[in-house]
């Protein structure tokens, strides 16, 4: 396994997409001349202010997450706005893991994902 090196990054200002794409290729290792697909060799990621996040437009107004318990009638709804002001940790994850490819090394990624 390769030496992980530790990455910080400030979250303040920035837009949770473009952070996102950042954070999703410092987990994949996609920065190192030695990256290879179906080798996670990525490095840890520590996000900063993550609460200090900005939604462009009319996005933290409209903005819906959804998720379901896969019971019948289990679609629960969580507008952006009561999102970023309870769990903005959960915005940014919500972001990364959709910017990081579906197979068995995700759930590993992921894991390397800090706050401060």
Known sequence: MAHRKKFEIDAAGQA????????????MGKHKPTYRPHVDNGDKVVILNV???????????????????????????????????????????????????????RTQRILRISFK
């Open 16 to 27: 949770p997409g473009r952070l996102a794409t950042k954070i999703a290729t410092f987990l």
């Open 51 to 105: 609460s200090k996040m900005i939604f462009t437009g009319k996005k933290l107004e409209q903005k819906v997450y959804y998720k379901h318990s896969m019971h019948p009638g289990g679609l629960k709804e969580t507008p952006a706005k009561k999102m970023m002001k309870e769990k903005p940790e959960e915005v940014l994850i919500h972001a990364v893991m959709r910017m990081l490819p579906k197979n068995k090394l």
